[in-house]
């Protein structure tokens, strides 16, 4: 299976585009979208979803054109939005059951594919208690079971751990990440952290515009040597956060410990550490202008 993005834009009124030429061709595996709010990524999702229509480019779906035939994309597509809406008097089982219909899936078919996503998203115990009254991590987990009610070949999941606690993300993101042998999954997040743990591929977006596109360890090569650890006083902070690209501070007895991304040695006394792909990717906005690289 394949996802042909090719240079897709999508404008806003006169002059203001969300994204512009973007291309990518994705895989089986999981797609990590990384970029700042407002970067464009969830403009990219709704085009992807057929939501919307791009105003420029085209994607394709298996080589089908998804604008001009929308359905061969729809009838294998998961997609939870970033403003995932549910009915909260109704129960994940009649929420579900609710949904499987408007899809064409109903009588046992619909039973039993919704008992198993139950289990899968570890709600079984929950199944019957109204949604209104669910944490934010279990109404998310019924937010992806709804998106794989039709078993999808593409899985689109937007912002899909904001809000979420430390140890719901962490489960939300496993869940993710067993999801995605056999399909095409794309996890769109401004948290690195989410995009590091899941994403076998990262694409990276800012204003609109496609600065990365690649495997983990090629976005780390870009800083490979660039990392430094300098210890500053309380008072020397702030000027070095004008200077420099900080990606991390840790107060200690000594002073600050300071993450520093810079080409050269930032300070006598710097030492050099391994990148992160957080390190990475500061550098990387750091670097890019308003036009894609």
């Not at 515009?209 to 020397?236: C, M, R, T």
Request: aromatic share 6%.
């Amino acid at each position: 299976m394949n996802l042909e993005i090719c240079e897709v834009g999508k404008c806003y009124g006169t002059d203001l585009w969300g994204i512009s030429n973007l291309s990518l061709d994705v895989g089986t595996g999981v797609l990590g979208l990384l970029g700042p709010n407002g970067a464009g990524k969830s403009t990219l999702m709704r085009i992807l979803s057929t939501v919307t229509k791009a105003t420029t480019g085209s994607v394709k779906w298996n080589g089908v054109d998804i604008a001009t035939a929308p359905n061969t994309v729809r009838k294998v597509l998961g997609y939870l939005p970033q403003d995932f809406g549910i009915y909260p008097n109704l129960n994940a089982i009649e929420f579900l059951t609710y949904l499987a219909a408007a899809r064409g899936i109903s009588g046992k078919s619909a039973n039993k594919r919704i008992e198993q996503l139950l289990e899968l998203v570890n709600l079984t115990d929950a199944a019957k208690r109204p949604l209104g009254s669910l944490s934010g991590g279990m109404k998310q987990r019924v937010g992806i079971a709804q998106a794989l009610l039709n078993d999808p070949q593409l899985l689109i999941v937007d912002e899909p751990t904001a809000g979420l606690d430390p140890e719901e993300r962490v489960r939300f993101r496993s869940l993710l990440a067993e999801l995605a042998g056999d399909r095409i999954v794309i996890l769109s997040s401004h948290i690195v952290s989410d995009i590091e743990a899941v994403a076998t591929s990262i694409a990276i977006i800012k204003k609109g515009f496609l600065q990365f596109h690649g495997v983990p360890e090629n976005l780390l090569a870009g800083v490979d040597g660039k990392v430094w650890e300098l210890i500053v006083s309380s008072g020397e902070l702030a000027a070095v956060r004008q200077e420099f690209i900080l990606s991390g501070t840790v107060r200690t007895g000594e002073g600050v410990r300071v993450r520093v991304v810079a080409d050269e040695q930032p300070g006598q006394g710097a030492r050099p550490l391994p990148p992160t792909l957080e390190d990475a990717y500061l550098y990387l906005l750091a670097g890019a202008g308003d036009r894609g690289a």
